[in-house]
């Protein structure tokens, strides 16, 4: 392939993954990554580092306009994340120690769980009776947006915090031992335990990923898998990609989101618990 076609493929691909990692909340990577390696034969290693950029590129370009819409809520973003710090923290130091295929399928079977219940909530557009949470209150983990699809403010909480941030510090074990993005994780726990809108779980979760990809991008850079040919036009495609997904996702119900989003996880799920097993999908 032509260095010129090639270019323009990864483009308009990242273009499309942009547009789903910021509607989503998880980022490019999750696309980035497999369609990189599978669809245009790109080393893995280089694939993973534009994968980094990647991610950046969606948090930079979503969440200024999620923060303007008032959907991404930085005071539960910069509680949440870190946890999820911390735990990939200990995950790293845990590699090598804990078996890994035990690790992937509990987190498989979690997954399962947490689709079940995504599933259980397609109908629910703004989550009501949301118990009364005294840490909510301390640390003021409530907000209120425009939704422009409802045409009313809708106002809300956080309610279990305590499970919300310990489900998010297991997260980031699990991202530092398996090496994984931690953006569904997010969104599971502030959606299903912490009953936020999933708008406001998308999008807070939009400016949670760039915080913990900028951590590891100077370790990618260092080792020289960032290749600039490749990096440069993902980058700049995701972050068109977002801006549109921005746009779009702002204009859907949460449960639209919510649809989108079970296919993620039930993919992620279902390749975890194959892991864990020992089986390999190519």
């Known amino acids: 392939m032509p260095p010129a076609v090639f270019v323009a493929a990864i483009f308009l691909t990242s273009v ?4 789903v990692g910021a509607i989503l909340g998880l980022g490019g990577g999750i696309l980035i990554v497999p369609l990189l390696t599978t669809f245009y034969g790109v080393h893995m290693h280089y694939a993973m580092g534009a994968s980094i950029i990647s991610v950046i590129a969606t948090s930079s370009g979503a969440a200024a306009a999620y923060l303007e819409t008032g959907l991404s809520n930085i005071r539960v973003g910069l509680f949440l994340v870190m946890a999820t710090t911390s735990g990939a923290l200990c995950g790293a130091a845990l590699v090598g120690v804990v078996p890994v295929r035990g690790l992937e399928l509990i987190l498989g079977l979690a997954l399962s769980y947490s689709a079940f219940a995504t599933f259980r909530q397609l109908a629910i557009e703004v989550p009501g009776d949301v118990p009364v949470d005294p840490l909510a209150y301390r640390f003021r983990l409530q907000g209120a947006y425009e939704d422009i699809r409802l045409r ?13 941030f310990s489900a998010m510090f297991g997260a980031g074990v699990l991202s530092g ?7 569904a994780f997010k969104v599971l726990a502030m959606d299903t335990l912490m009953r936020l809108p999933m708008k406001v779980s998308t999008a807070t979760s939009n400016f949670m990923i760039g915080i913990t990809a900028s951590a590891s991008a100077g370790v990618y850079f260092t080792r020289g898998d960032i290749h600039p040919l490749i990096a440069v036009p993902v980058a700049l495609g995701v972050l068109i990609g977002a801006s549109l997904g921005t746009a779009l996702m702002t204009r859907m119900r949460n449960r639209t989101v919510r649809m989108l989003f079970l296919p993620v996880i039930a993919y992620l799920a279902l390749t975890m618990i194959l892991r864990g097993l020992g089986i390999e999908l190519r």
């Open 16 to 19: 499309g993954a942009g547009v």
């Open 152 to 164: 009313r403010v809708v106002v809300y909480r956080a309610t279990r915090v305590k499970a919300g």
């Open 177 to 183: 031992l398996l090496g994984i993005g931690s953006g």
